[in-house]
């Protein structure tokens, strides 16, 4: 377990919801919007610092002053940019990131991934099918360099791609998701995804 005081809680909520049709971080679930949601289950994962991260020019949500909001310096870049965002602020060694969208991710997930990590070390599941899950993991400060360098360049700006790379720089650590839990990591893309 990540002692306190030591982690940050990030929701990515800077997307355009093309999709979806509408904001999703407005999108209502169990009774307030996601933004609300997500930010809770953070709280209650042991993140003492919340923040929200949306791009310029996006709706206000109306945060309560103990949930910050850091925007995108990168406009369009997709969640790296978001990621850099959370990772640039972030005081902390560690930094818990979830995106808006995953309605199924709870307190307990970030707990279990927080058993992998260490004070430089995050921890991001990988599927049975060799993906990883990076809009619900935690990453180490010190990849805020290899993102910025991807930003820059603006070349790789996958995820998926960039989690490999810290993998093989020993930044982060590989946690296998079992199959049974794959429900855990579905997100809110289309207004028919929410129907399930």
Same mark, same amino acid.
């Given at each position: 377990m990540i002692p306190a005081n030591q982690l940050t809680g990030v929701v990515l909520a800077g997307g355009h919801s093309r999709r979806m049709g509408r904001d999703k971080a407005t999108l209502a679930h169990e009774g307030r919007p996601m933004w609300e949601r997500q930010a809770g289950v953070l709280r209650?994962?042991?993140?003492?610092?919340?923040?929200l991260v949306r791009q310029p020019g996006q709706a206000p949500l109306g945060l309560p002053d103990d949930v910050l909001l850091w925007h995108d310096p990168v406009a369009d870049a997709?969640?790296?940019?978001?990621?850099? +965002?959370?990772?640039?602020?972030s005081r902390t060694l560690l930094v818990a990131v979830l995106a808006v969208d995953m309605p199924r991710i709870d307190a307990w997930w970030f707990q279990w991934l927080? +058993?992998?990590c260490g004070s430089n070390i995050g921890a991001i599941t990988t599927r049975?099918?060799?993906?990883?899950e990076p809009l619900a993991a935690i990453y180490p400060r010190t990849a805020l360099e290899e993102i910025t360098r991807r930003l820059a360049s603006g070349a790789d700006r996958s995820l998926h791609s960039l989690? +490999?790379?810290l993998m093989q720089r020993h930044l982060l650590r590989s946690v296998p998701l079992p199959a049974?839990?794959?429900?855990?990591?579905a997100n809110w893309n289309t207004p028919e995804d929410r129907k399930d």
């Open positions: 209650a994962a042991g993140c003492d610092v919340i923040a997709g969640p790296l940019a978001g990621l850099h +965002t959370a990772l640039n602020h927080g +058993t992998y049975p099918d060799g993906l990883h989690a +490999t790379e049974h839990e794959l429900w855990r990591v």
